[in-house]
């Protein structure tokens, strides 16, 4: 079976089109100008563009969403009462919790509250599904582990007293009015 072919004329392809090499040139010029700043700052003295990590530290934004952490309240108990909202508000699903019941005034505590923090990516929901404000966002963001097992933190490792989260419970009741 033979088939037709039809040849379709084209013009040549052009090289470089005054457009292209005008904004390559550019883009040269922009990486020619950093490195010329950065380097006869370097040589003066100035290592601003560098941070040198395990000796000094960057200095994160007062806003800063961390690694979710849970609020222990003054008597070593959890503020959690497994209500699920932040396992369910999660787009990931890193959160997992398993509720028990119990005879104190809170009738409910997670028996297993863990996070995956390989997935997670600190996005805020859980902490603003929270009616009781148990599970806030930390400034911690050290939080790198040798193995994929390392990752997935428990109910122990994630309770924090609230001494230390008073100014962030303290920020998020004066500019949400709770």
Known sequence: MAARVKKVMRPPPRIADWHSAVALLMGFWVTFRHLMVNLFGFS????DFTVYYPEQRFLHAP???GMPVLVQMEDGRERCVACG????????????IFPAETDDQ???YPRVFDIDVSRCMFCGLCEEACPEEAIVMSRQVEIAAYSRAGTLWH???LLVPVAKLKTRI???RANYGR
């Open 63 to 65: 806003a800063l969403r």
């Open 155 to 157: 109910k122990d490792d």
């Open 85 to 96: 909202l932040c396992e369910w508000a999660c787009p990931t699903s890193c959160i997992t």
């Open 170 to 172: 303290d920020y998020l």
């Open 44 to 47: 003066r003295g100035r290592q």
């Open 106 to 108: 809170v009738e409910r």
